[in-house]
C-alpha cells in the first residue's frame, strides 16, 4: 500500500511563510486527489487545500489568497506553500491521497508535520 510522508513543518513568526511537501511511496497504480488537511487543539480535522490529478485546485476559505497548493505527478509529491501565516494557522497538517489499487481507491495518510505560528 501507499505510505505518504510529510515534511517541513517546523516554527514561524506571524506573517512568515513555510513550504511542506510530502511524497508518496509504495505500491499503488495511480493516486488521485492529493491534498493538506489540518488539525488544531481541541478541533475536527479540516481540509485546507486539494488538488486533483488534472491540476485542479480547492481551498477552504481561511487560507484563500495565502497557501498555494501543487503537485508533482511524475515524483507523486505535493506541496503546500503558506504565506502570511497567522496564529490561528497553527495545526497538525497531515497528508492525504486517494490512491488507485487497480480497480479499488483507498485513502492514504502521512504521520502529520505541526506548524506552529507564534504571534
Known amino acids: 500500500q501507499a505510505q505518504l510522508a510529510e515534511s517541513g513543518g517546523g516554527v514561524v513568526q506571524a506573517g512568515g511563510s513555510l513550504s511542506l511537501s510530502c511524497g508518496a511511496s509504495?505500491?499503488?497504480?495511480?493516486?488521485?486527489?492529493m491534498g493538506w488537511y489540518r488539525q488544531a487543539p481541541g478541533k475536527q480535522r479540516e481540509l485546507v487545500a486539494v488538488i486533483s490529478r488534472g491540476g485542479r485546485t480547492n481551498y477552504t476559505d481561511s487560507v484563500k489568497g495565502r497557501f498555494t497548493i501543487s503537485r508533482d505527478i511524475t515524483l507523486n509529491k505535493v506541496f503546500l506553500q503558506m504565506n502570511s501565516l497567522r496564529p490561528e494557522d497553527t495545526a497538525v497538517y497531515y497528508c492525504?491521497?486517494?490512491?488507485?489499487?487497480?480497480?479499488?481507491?483507498?485513502?492514504?495518510w502521512g504521520q502529520g508535520t505541526l506548524v506552529t505560528v507564534s504571534s
Open positions: 492525504h491521497a486517494n490512491v488507485g489499487y487497480d480497480v479499488v481507491y483507498l485513502e492514504a
Open positions: 509504495g505500491f499503488f497504480s495511480v493516486i488521485n486527489d
